[in-house]
């Protein structure tokens, strides 16, 4: 069956960055797009961007344009997103999540706490 | 940038019918894709491409999109339906071109 599993819970101080992988099993790594969503405590659902595991093009949401990374690893399935300059605002839990058009199969998700 | 609009809230009793609507401009003509999220869980999908439903999705789960709203329908309303719901389309009508998610919908069974 497919999984996505990601890493563990951050703690970061503002100005810092964070990296969140996500490490997919159960389907071909290549044949999906990587979407990474991101959910502050009692908030909605907000997409941050995509990659293309193939390719590795990527495409981001302009909140995010300059301040976040998309990578990833074939040889192991894995995915990762970087976000820069961290503020308070951006504690949140992130996802990753497999499709493109939607979002077929989601990561458990990645609590991250920015505070001083 | 393009906008979904959803209820806040909509209350349904057991066995009854709940309709939550997702308003956005000509939104009848986007693929919309719906998500249901329980309480410290990771969405999941019920309702790809307007109507589909993901193997696994109960078939009381069913949608619909036309002119400026799309609507998820859960029929035989269950406890376990209690959850936020969001809509999500794929806009690429902007120079940054993504998915939106909709403001989310909380059901609650009375």
């Not at chain 2, 309702?47 to 193997?55: A, L, T």
Request: proline fraction near 4%.
């Amino acid at each position: 069956q497919v999984q996505l599993v990601q890493s563990g819970a951050e703690v970061k101080k503002p100005g810092a960055s964070v990296k969140v992988s996500c490490k997919a099993s159960g389907y071909t790594f290549t044949s999906y797009d990587i979407n990474w969503v991101r959910q502050a405590t009692g908030q909605g659902l907000e997409w941050m961007g995509w990659m293309n595991p193939n390719s590795g093009n990527t495409g981001y949401a302009q909140k995010f344009q300059g301040r976040v990374t998309m990578t990833r690893n074939t040889s192991i399935s894995t995915a990762y997103m970087e976000l820069s300059s961290l503020r308070s605002e951006d504690t949140a839990v992130y996802y990753c999540a497999r499709g493109s058009g939607s979002c077929l199969d989601w990561g458990q998700g990645t609590l991250v706490t920015v505070s001083s | 940038s393009y906008v979904l609009t959803q209820p806040p809230s909509v209350s349904v009793a057991p066995g009854k019918t709940a309709r939550i609507t997702c308003g956005g401009n000509n939104i009848g003509s986007k693929s919309v894709h719906w998500y249901q999220q329980k309480p410290g869980q990771a969405p999941v999908l019920v309702i790809y491409y307007d109507s589909d439903r993901p193997s696994g999705i109960p078939e009381r789960f069913s949608g619909s999109n036309s002119g400026n709203t799309a609507t998820l329908t859960i029929s035989r309303v269950e406890a376990g339906d209690e959850a936020d719901y969001y809509c999500q389309v794929w806009d690429s009508s902007s120079d940054h071109p993504g998915y939106v998610f909709g403001t989310g919908t909380k059901v609650t069974v009375l």
